[in-house]
Nanobody
Framework: EVQLQASGGGLVQAGGSLRLSCAASGFVLDQYIVAWFRQAPGKEREGVVCMDGYDGRTIYADSVSGRFTISIDYAKKMVYLQMYSLKSEDTAVYYC?????????WGQGTQVTVSS
């Protein structure tokens, strides 16, 4: 059974840091595009970062570039999103996502709230 389980969200002050985790049970991560999306209240879901699990090529949204870092632990089947210098506008529900070109998979969201 394949499953994505996100965790690590919480309440943090502006300027603080947080690390999100996504457990990718049943997946071989070097065969997938791995990404994090987020959705703020009243807004559409947006891509935060996208990484090719095979070669590591990564694209970040301009709004998070230089502050967020995606990483993969292939052995543990874990995807991480390290977030630094958090801003109030980073407040959103964050989702992990995998795509093998034929199918896509979403984890349940984890809430990140940044207080100013």
């Amino acid at each position: 059974e394949v499953q994505l389980q996100a965790s690590g969200g919480g309440l943090v002050q502006a300027g603080g840091s947080l690390r999100l985790s996504c457990a990718a049970s049943g997946f071989v991560l070097d065969q997938y595009i791995v990404a994090w999306f987020r959705q703020a209240p009243g807004k559409e879901r947006e891509g935060v970062v996208c990484m090719d699990g095979y070669d590591g090529r990564t694209i970040y949204a301009d709004s998070v570039s230089g502050r967020f870092t995606i990483s993969i632990d292939y052995a543990k089947k874990m995807v991480y999103l390290q977030m630094y210098s958090l801003k109030s506008e980073d407040t959103a529900v964050y989702y992990c996502y995998l795509d093998d070109g034929l199918n896509d998979y979403w984890g349940q969201g984890t809430q990140v709230t940044v207080s100013s």
